[in-house]
């Protein structure tokens, strides 16, 4: 089944030259993937190509496959996501997947960055100190979510309360707070991050209720499931279907 001329073109916009050697030893998947990727779930959805590389990377940043990271990277750059917003996408994940998980990508942006000469660090981009992270993380966090916030802080454990002010400091006082990114793409990255994390539905559908309240509809949440499909498999998106139809019927 040769890759069909959509296709091509697609692959030609982001990764210009670069041809994988998996082209030589596996032509017949490499089609399969090739004409599925770039042209059928391509052609699905109302994401741009930028917000669809965006939410690409942080789902494989989820799924700790860096290698598919760094061509995906390099294909981002290539069509205008520009090197704050990627450390932007690398930094929003890490309360997410963790900073062990995290770190890899790390250096590897700044290592392809690099290369094509930037300069590290880039511009800071926090806006919060010690003393504002927790009232500042807070107020992100009801902007999203709304009254459940204090919900929860009601019905915590006097031994399980410090999570909760975790979430609002750390996971939202010092990341979603960031300049680079504003909140609304913020959410749907992490909607991304964690559909590709598996097994995380609570947060999941959670997270599908934030992306509503800050504007992401339904119509745009399964857009950026098709696009992750070819990269995470069946199952999980399936499932995060499931949730989506759960909470927004149609």
Known sequence: MPISETAKKNQEELFLDHKSTLNVTDPELMEVIGNFAFDEVISYGNLDTKTRMMVILSSLIASQTLSEYKVMLNGALNVGVTPIEVKEIVYQSVPYVGFAKAV??????????????????????????????????L?????????IIDKMYEVAPENQIH????????????????????????????????LSLGGCEPQLQGH?????????????????VTQLLPYIGYPRTLNAITSLNELIPE
């Open 139 to 147: 107020e992100v966090q009801k902007g999203i979510f709304g009254e």
């Open 163 to 194: 999570i909760q002010k975790y979430l609002s400091a750390n996971c939202f006082g010092d990341y979603y707070t960031r300049k680079g990114l504003d909140v609304k793409t913020r959410e749907l990255l992490t909607f991304s991050i964690i």
């Open 104 to 137: 890899d990508f790390i250096h590897a942006t700044n290592e392809i960055l690099e290369s094509r000469g930037i300069e590290l660090p880039l511009e800071g981009q926090s806006t919060t100190s010690p003393e504002t992270r927790f009232e500042k993380g």
């Open 208 to 224: 599908i209720m934030g992306n509503l309240n800050v504007g992401n509809d339904k119509e745009t949440l399964l857009s950026v």
